[in-house]
């Protein structure tokens, strides 16, 4: 087996008999050079305008955000598109298993995992660059994809002021993102309880926005949902963007990502920071923001 990078960018994985019991074979993935833009998500009709203006201010106001979904789902193009409302005077820090940020500020260093050699020596893992990105006086830290233990890290990073932390996660919804942390982080190897784990979820993360691979091939957000806070046992969420499944016409899949209705509980920490969140970006219409004082 091969895993390796072209010069220009694209990632080579070769496998061979006995491991492949078909022949050679050899898959190549190849990015774009300029990532795909927020305005692009728009005319792809993969969000809306009032959802995307709402994750520019969530990106804009560092909240901590999480891009969960399916493999194939396009969480990293996602995490591409909302990397770029970070400002050009923060020093950003991504950290990656194989490099596919295309982040386009000036002040950006990539870290990248190493494995270990022939002789099980010199690995470098995200955990591992996650600890030194700490020391390296951050603005942000973007991690390409969160899977293992690092996730405790991740957190205690977010929960000790490094806000606006970026990352992305396979899941099969926001809540089930929230799970998959507490896994990894008693992968970690912590002797935690997992009423504190899950405390320091609730403490760390602001927003997790869940997309999905539709039936007919496109790429949709179909979940933008706030973490509210921890409860009893359980860890509390709101929806604030849903998609509603209209039906499928044979070619496409028809709905659309609807407001429930619901201002985020972090609307008066983003307005502290300059960043109004209008209430008809939340469903209401003219008259009834007007009552409410938006």
Known sequence: MVD????????????IPPLSLIGPVLTVRKFRRVPLSPEELLRNNSITPEALQFLRACVRGRLNIIVSGGSGAGKTTLLNALSSYISTRERIVTIEDAAELRLQQMHVITLETRPANVESHGEVTIRDLLRNALRMRPDRIVIGECRGPEALDMLQAMNTGHDGSLTTIHSNGPRDALSRIETMVLMSGADLPLRAIREQIAAALDLVVYVERMQDGTRKITQISEVR??????????????????GFDGQRVLGGLKPTGIRPSFTEQLRARGLDLPLVWFGYDGERAAEAGA
Do not use: C, H
């Open 4 to 15: 390796a990078r072209l010069p220009d960018g694209s990632r080579v994985n070769a496998i």
């Open 229 to 246: 806070g921890y409860e009893g046992d359980l860890i509390t969420m709101q929806d604030v963007f849903v998609f509603e499944r209209e």
